[in-house]
């Protein structure tokens, strides 16, 4: 297609956009109580290579069953003990943000981090569900892989034999990749302190942003957060746009998110040093246009959650840049 991307087709978008909306469809009829987690791994996990999608896939699902074991066993034992609790976040999000790096699946080991983390979050938040939390977490993260494995598999054209490609070998432990997990690990705790005294919006939302824009070129992770700022106000806007018109008819309310999304997949799946702005507006258009079991019904959770995101973002480019400073202070000078 003339003007395209490079690496994107319309057929593309549309693939991406129908699993998204497929796995807003049936996390409705699961009556699943955050679809907008369904509809993100929809997201996320589409991809024009097959092979690479159902990858993606099972290192999502994978990941995601061993975050909630253990974040479960770690919430119940250290249930009401802050200290413990806050211990526990910053070896989780530590040693995650290390392997997600030195591993080669990295990708099921951030997804696992992320699910403890979650688990450990809400323990602190709202403990009483925690358990009902989990259940609903493994549905909806299952229904959005599924959904997007499912339009692929439907749609996709006979692919010519190639060796299948293996999984990127695992890095030897340097000195980067611990200042990376102690970033990691110390922004999760800090936005913890920071939720405590200031009761900010979606702990859980701000701390996941903050471990996506993790990068071991700390460099990067600065790109990264402007990258995910505008990719976000981007969703954002376009979402709370979108929400000002009249959606209550189930047709219109899914031709409108099919074609926020076909439109976010142009970025995303066009490669360049921009398609991280597509993925981030994709996120955020998500999650203003999906949230608990539909359309959202008030503004105000939407907001709250793109807030979370937000501040996610500022506090990990804040102790990544604080921590590179206190290291270039003692690191002896090179000759």
């Given at each position: 297609m003339a003007g395209?991307?490079?690496?994107?087709?319309a057929r593309q978008g549309a693939l991406t956009?129908?699993?998204?909306v497929l796995a807003v469809l049936v996390g409705a009829a699961l009556g699943l109580q955050d679809m907008w987690w369904a509809a993100i791994s929809a997201w996320v996990v589409a991809n024009p290579d097959f092979g690479a999608l159902w990858r993606k896939a099972v290192m999502r699902v994978v990941g995601t069953m061993a975050g909630l074991a253990l974040g479960y066993a770690l919430a119940i034992v250290m249930?009401?003990?802050v200290a413990f609790?806050?211990?526990?976040l910053f070896a989780a999000c530590a040693l995650g943000s290390y392997q997600r790096f030195a591993s080669r699946y990295g990708y099921a080991w951030f997804y696992g981090t992320i699910t403890i983390m979650l688990m450990?979050?809400?323990?602190i938040v709202e403990p009483r569900v925690l358990f009902s939390f989990a259940q609903f977490r493994f549905v909806e993260i299952a229904c959005g892989v599924l959904a997007s494995a499912f339009v692929h598999a439907l749609a996709r054209p006979p692919a010519p034999a190639h060796a299948a490609v293996a999984p990127a070998a695992a890095h030897a432990p340097d000195l980067d990749l611990t200042r990376l997990a102690l970033v990691g690990g110390l922004s999760a705790v800090g936005m913890t302190a920071i939720w405590s005294w200031f009761d900010i919006p979606s702990l859980p939302q701000a701390i996941a942003s903050?471990?996506?824009?993790?990068?071991?070129?700390f460099a990067a992770i600065r790109a990264r957060a402007r990258q995910r700022f505008l990719g976000c106000a981007l969703g954002a806007a376009l979402g709370v746009a979108a929400l000002s018109l009249d959606l209550d008819a189930l047709p219109l309310y899914g031709a409108v998110l099919f074609a926020g999304i076909f439109y976010f997949s142009r970025l995303h799946h066009g490669g360049g040093s921009q398609s991280y702005i597509g993925t981030q507006g994709g996120v955020a258009f998500i999650t203003a246009m999906v949230t608990g079991s539909g359309p959202p019904a008030a503004l105000l959770p939407v907001v709250e959650r793109l807030a979370g995101i937000f501040v996610g973002v500022l506090l990990m480019v804040?102790?990544?840049v604080v921590l590179a400073a206190v290291l270039r202070r003692k690191l002896p000078a090179t000759p």
């Open positions: 395209s991307p490079p690496g994107w087709s956009a129908s699993s998204v249930e009401g003990r609790q806050a211990l526990a450990v979050t809400v323990s903050a471990l996506v824009v993790l990068d071991r070129d804040g102790v990544s």
